[in-house]
């Protein structure tokens, strides 16, 4: 029985000589929220490249859903849904073509895509909105969109990179809602980046990334003890957020 959606063990990253990611580790449990948290430069867009393939991993272990990404990658891929900073989808194209297009991508029937993208689109609160252009949506509903998307062939484990940037308060709120939701209720996992620490309730597993380096792993709670979580953030990097 394999009990972590993502186990990430000793990995390290460089470009060129500098050393982006030096020996990281971290679990994202089976079902359970995990708040990657780092200033911009931290390592976590790094980390996420490694994950989904886009670098080559080749120290220490990654494995997703107990498949390891160096030996069976495509089955360690097709239990990843990957929400990416960087907008996603094609502005020009419908919700629905956008989704029947990454459902063809993950070799989903179209038979099974038209059943897939009302299931997600439900999911993340948008079926009135599958006819729209993806340019015609707020920006929290795009983002919204864009969760439905990596939804589409059923993942394990979400990666969402700092997927509220660009959103307003409200929206923002939403954003985290959802994937919180989709945990509860859905029984995927997630491993939510961001430097905002008001994302991060006291029950989450949070990892502390700061300049390549986990300096703290464990509850929120704990982490943040009586001090709270600013200030505990402060005494580790000597940055505030
Ligand atoms: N292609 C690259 N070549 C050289 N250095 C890079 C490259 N990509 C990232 N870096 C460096 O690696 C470090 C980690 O960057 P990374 O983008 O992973 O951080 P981050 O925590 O995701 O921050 P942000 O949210 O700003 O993207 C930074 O010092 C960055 O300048």
Aim: zero cysteines; proline letters at 2%.
């Amino acid at each position: 029985m394999v009990t972590a959606a993502l186990e990430i063990d000793q990995v390290n990253h460089r470009f060129g000589r500098f050393q982006a990611l030096k020996e990281v580790s971290l679990i994202v449990p089976r079902g359970g929220f995990t708040a990657l948290l780092g200033v911009n430069g931290a390592g976590k867009t790094t980390l996420f490249s490694l994950i989904t393939r886009l670098y080559n991993n080749s120290t220490g272990s990654i494995r997703v859903a107990g498949y390891d990404l160096r030996r069976e990658p495509m089955q360690a891929l097709a239990r990843l849904g990957v929400v990416f900073q960087s907008r996603a989808m094609d502005a020009d194209l419908t919700v629905r073509q956008n989704l029947a297009y990454h459902a063809s991508l993950h070799g989903i029937s179209r038979q099974d895509a038209a059943g897939r993208i009302e299931e997600v689109l439900s999911q993340v609160g948008l079926v009135g909105k599958s006819a729209d252009r993806v340019s015609a949506l707020s920006g929290g509903q795009q983002r919204r969109a864009e969760i439905a998307r990596a939804l589409i062939h059923r993942p394990d484990i979400l990666l969402l990179d700092e997927a509220t940037v660009g959103l307003d308060v409200k929206s923002r709120a939403e954003v985290l809602e959802l994937t919180r939701r989709l945990i509860a209720e859905n029984g995927v996992s997630a491993l939510w980046a961001t430097h905002i620490m008001d994302e991060i309730q006291p029950d989450d597993d949070l990892v502390i990334l700061h300049q390549g380096q986990v300096l703290r792993r464990g509850s929120a709670a704990d982490i943040a003890g009586r001090q709270g979580l600013t200030q505990a953030f402060l005494d580790l990097t000597g940055v505030a957020v």
